[in-house]
């Protein structure tokens, strides 16, 4: 049997509520288990102890006057990845959603091949990467965030993935020496970012926050 990757939705527009319960029923491997308007709504059908969805999908702008980046917190405390939905790409709100703990960022104008494609890469670890992020990060001048080199960034990406140090420097065809002189660079810019990254995982958390993808 293949895995279904469960669902959750935070959105106080019942229109839209129910339009996404018809919607994912035409996505088979997906299945909408929880909707509710508010985060604290949601979280109160998920007591402490019980598994979350694997994904929920949160509507950036709440009518109780949540904040978005607490809401986003809120959640992936909880244990569930977060996909942020909206009505627009705004750039500032994408690069904040996504340093707050976000998975991804999608307008509510895709369609659901693009949003289902999304939620599956959210639930196997990835960061769902989208025309609205790239724009967000192409434009993006904060000081936080690096400015790496492209082979910096190309040992940064397969070491964070998983590769072993060795196997990123082979597939680069360089030196482990070398490439982990690259590693050591991409870390010390974090560092000086004021964002240090010591370990794998962080590594890797900061490839998900950045939106980082191959050049």
Known sequence: ???????????????????????????????????????????AAHPAGEAPVDVALLDLVLRDGSAPTDNIRRLREAGSRVLVISTVPD???????????????????????????????????????????????????????PRLSPRERQILLDYASGMTLKSAARRAGITVNTAKDYLDRVKTKYREAGRPAYTKIDLARRVSEDGLSPI
Do not use: Q
């Open 91 to 145: 750039r500032a709100r994408i690069i904040e959603s996504l340093r707050a703990g976000a998975d991804g960022y999608l307008t509510k104008d895709n369609d659901l091949r693009t949003l289902s494609a999304a939620i599956l890469d959210i639930a196997a670890g990835h960061c769902a990467h989208s025309p609205e992020l790239a724009f967000a990060w192409a434009y993006d001048s904060d000081p936080g965030r």
């Open 1 to 43: 049997m293949a895995h279904v990757t469960t669902v959750g939705l935070i959105d106080d527009d019942r229109m839209l509520i129910d339009g996404m319960r018809s919607w994912l029923r035409g996505a088979p491997e997906l299945n909408l288990e929880t909707c509710a308007s508010t985060v604290t709504e949601y979280l």
